[in-house]
């Protein structure tokens, strides 16, 4: 991770009202949407602040999903089907997730999950964190897309990139113990999967 990112996530939360851990398909943006505040990567201020200016949609995903720490972060980056949205309660910028690929990221669970529609790399907690699975993703026509060993970060997800617009099955096994979910990668699947019980 580089410094200016660990600096950010590192600093005290700032105020972000009534944001949650996740985000529903209906939850409207957080930010305000005026023209001040609703911007694109043209005019990257929390990019450039993260330290990631120059980077692609991807590998901002990629960076934050994976910062080793709890959760919340001092800023939102909310996962759609072509962009991720961020914001830090005041500002808000997109950054196009170019390409045909899909992010999911998935929280399987034991005992207790939440409602989650679009993965929110700074404030999705799921249950195990750092924790060993096993994940098979397959399509509805039996392509299978993923199957490997896997260990959800802190923020106790995994993520995975597969082709957009397709539909399927997800996987998860741990310690004899199985989930799975339906999937779809299309322009209106969710990039957050929290349907995964373990049992």
């Known amino acids: 991770m ?3 990112l660990a600096a950010i996530i590192l600093l005290p939360l700032l ?9 529903t398909r209906t939850t409207p943006s957080t930010a305000p949407t005026t023209s001040s505040a609703a911007t694109s990567v043209a005019d990257d201020s929390l990019v450039q602040a993260l330290g990631m200016e120059g980077k692609s949609g991807r590998e901002i995903v990629e960076a934050l999903d994976q910062v080793p720490s709890q959760r919340p972060l001092p800023i939102m980056g909310s996962v759609r089907y072509d962009q991720i949205v961020l914001t830090d ?9 170019d390409g045909d690929e899909f ?3 998935l929280a399987p669970y034991e005992t207790s999950t939440h409602e989650c529609y679009f993965h929110n ?33 802190a923020n106790g997800f995994v993520g995975f990139w597969i082709p957009k617009d397709v539909a399927g099955t997800i996987e998860v096994t741990r310690d004899g113990k199985k989930a799975v979910s339906p999937f779809s990668s299309d322009a209106d699947g969710a990039t957050c999967v929290t349907t995964l019980p373990l049992t």
């Open 121 to 153: 790399v700074g404030t999705c907690r799921g249950e195990l964190a750092d924790t060993d699975v096993h994940v098979i993703i397959t399509t509805d026509d039996g392509e299978v897309l993923v199957d490997e060993d896997a260990t959800t970060y």
């Open 103 to 105: 992010y999911i990221s």
């Open 89 to 97: 309660g005041t500002v808000e910028e997109t950054v196009p997730i």
């Open 15 to 23: 105020p972000l009202g009534a944001l949650t851990a996740c985000s």
């Open 2 to 4: 580089n410094r200016r």
